[in-house]
């Protein structure tokens, strides 16, 4: 909801600021005075075109804020939380203009781009009038707009979730395919790899495991001395470890002897040292045998350079050889197994595309049902409002499959004919000026919902008066219980259904002519109304009039 608007060195608007309320606002103003002058300044804060025009003789800029307090789950603020920029429930806009042309955004007095500041404003505003844009004159927002009036948003949510889903499951068959049709065209390659893979036979570890035994068998003449030496220092007959420590033995074992027993420990000890070192020459003999022969040195390195002659031919390691061999496995089950997985992916694939069908085919019968709701409320609207010559009719178009996507299988367009027996055409190419805001009034009337969106009317009285005017305001009344609603009129009946009023004046001002609003107190509205009843001379008729408007 709009609820203020600041305007500085606007054109013939020195410094205006306006606060809004719930409900319907009407401006009014003899002509001329400057009511499109604050269109003109609300359009700029939502992203318009800038013009140089706009600043006020004399001034070096003008400045235009707008702000709005909004749900927090108001389309604007998903728009700003996906920029990365900082908000609370109370929205500002801010829009200078300087003399040399240039113009600068803000949001919540953050710089933001012209395009995102225009963006957040179409999901603030609409205004609709003869020289004005709004969103249901576009095409591409029908479809949505009839979702909306049919309450079809949870099978719009469903078609749009199988849509996804088809497409999922679609392009995974097609990516299989691909797959399947290289792996098809290279299954003797495959076969012959995994052939040469299954020979060699690559293990975990295998490069280090070899690598460590060569280097061991490379070094064996070395490694042998030094145990030799060590067998030689245990077991030699005269002077080894071993011969020694049964001389030590039997020196101990005399001693103990005549001591009736008192190193028996001390001999128990030597025992378990003797036990211990006569199995490690043991071990060490049997080692310098297994170390003495370096027969199998030649095999170690046929399997290194067999390794690495694999390893280059694949451009990878040798360590990656086990994890490649499986790879070409599984490549080559795929291309003899793969032809019944890609007929069962393809047959789950329609199978999603047949679910889609199904719930696109049940939400396209809820848009014709609801066009024709749609057609009959709009049409009631019509004759009140002066159009009663004029057809609105939706048109819901079935697209063939080739046109599928996540919105279903339809296209829709909002088409009308002002005068009996002309074409229908689309509906922002059928009317203009005040018939084209009387039409877009009368769906409005239907289509109202919680969204928030502030309306604008500008001057949508144009051509008619008496009972049609009421009729007009009467359905404005009705907008504005949902919307918050402004509008811009020369129609006393319109005015009188105003909850607020605001009256637009121009006067000069010693050298300078300048355009001034006033909200106007309920004795104010009966002086304005009564002036729009009977024009530049209020009489007490016209009073009299404008009481019994304000009355109804």
């Excluded at 109370?90 to 829009?95: D, K, M, V």
């Excluded at 990878?316 to 019944?340: C, D, V, W």
């Excluded at 877009?440 to 919680?450: F, G, R, S, T």
């Amino acid at each position: 909801m709009l609820t203020a608007l600041s305007i500085q060195h606007f054109i013939l608007i020195d410094n205006l600021t306006l606060s809004f309320d719930k409900g319907l606002s009407v401006f009014t103003g003899e002509t001329g005075a400057g009511k499109s002058i604050l269109l003109d300044a609300l359009s700029l804060v939502l992203g318009a075109r800038s013009e140089t025009r706009f600043i006020q003789k004399g001034a070096d800029q003008t400045v235009v804020s707008a702000t709005f307090t909004l749900p927090k789950t108001h389309t604007a603020f998903r728009l700003l939380d996906e920029q990365g920029l900082c908000h609370d429930d109370e929205l500002i806009l801010r829009r200078t203009l300087t003399k040399d042309g240039k113009t600068k955004a803000f949001i919540c007095d953050q710089p933001v781009s012209i395009a995102l500041l225009k963006s957040i404003g179409d999901t603030l505003v609409e205004i609709h009038g003869q020289f004005a844009s709004h969103a249901l004159l576009n095409p591409a927002t029908h479809l949505n707009t009839l979702d909306a009036y049919g309450k079809l948003e949870k099978q719009t949510q469903d078609v749009s979730k199988a849509w996804t889903k088809y497409q999922e499951a679609q392009q995974t068959a097609i990516d299989f395919e691909q797959d399947l049709q290289k792996q098809l065209a290279e299954e003797d390659f495959l076969r012959a790899d995994l052939d040469a893979l299954d020979k060699l036979n690559p293990k975990e570890d295998e490069e280090e495991n070899l690598t460590k035994r060569r280097a061991e068998l490379m070094n064996a003449e070395h490694i042998v001395e030094n145990i030799q030496n060590v067998c030689c220092l245990l077991g030699d007959e005269e002077q080894g470890i071993l011969r020694l420590m049964n001389k030590t033995e039997s020196q101990l074992l005399n001693a103990d002897k005549i001591t009736d027993g008192r190193f028996e420990n001390e001999l128990k000890s030597l025992t378990q040292a003797q036990d211990i070192l006569a199995d490690l020459s043991s071990d060490l003999e049997h080692t310098l045998n297994d170390l003495g022969d370096t027969s199998e040195l030649p095999e170690i390195d046929d399997r290194l350079f067999a390794l690495r002659d694999m390893a280059r031919k694949y451009h990878i390691t040798i360590s990656e050889l086990p994890a490649f061999r499986e790879e070409t496995r599984q490549k080559l089950m795929t291309a003899e197994h793969g032809t019944q997985k890609l007929a069962d992916l393809k047959k789950e694939a329609e199978e999603k595309r047949q679910a889609y069908i199904q719930l696109a085919e049940a939400l396209s019968k809820e848009r014709h049902k609801a066009a024709k709701m749609l057609d009959n409320a709009v049409m009631h609207e019509l004759p009140e409002l002066k159009l009663e010559k004029a057809i609105f009719e939706t048109q819901v178009q079935d697209l063939p499959w080739e046109s599928a996507g996540e919105t279903g299988l339809n296209k829709v367009l909002f088409t009308a004919a002002t005068n009996k027996g002309s074409d229908l055409n689309p509906i922002h190419k059928c009317a203009s000026g005040g018939e084209l805001s009387r039409f877009m009034l009368a769906l409005k009337v239907n289509l109202a919902d919680d969204n928030n969106t502030t309306l604008i009317f500008d001057e949508i009285d144009t051509g008619i008066s008496g009972a049609t005017a009421a009729a007009v305001g009467e359905r404005l009344a009705r907008l504005a219980e949902k919307h918050q609603t402004l509008v811009i009129t020369h129609s006393p009946q319109v005015a009188g259904f105003g909850k607020h009023h605001y009256l637009v004046q121009k006067a000069d001002i010693e050298d300078k002519t300048l355009t001034s609003v006033l909200q106007l107190d309920k004795a104010g509205r009966l002086e304005e109304i009564a002036r729009l009843v009977s024009g530049a001379t209020v009489t007490e008729k016209s009073r009299e009039v404008a009481k019994e408007l304000l009355k109804n």
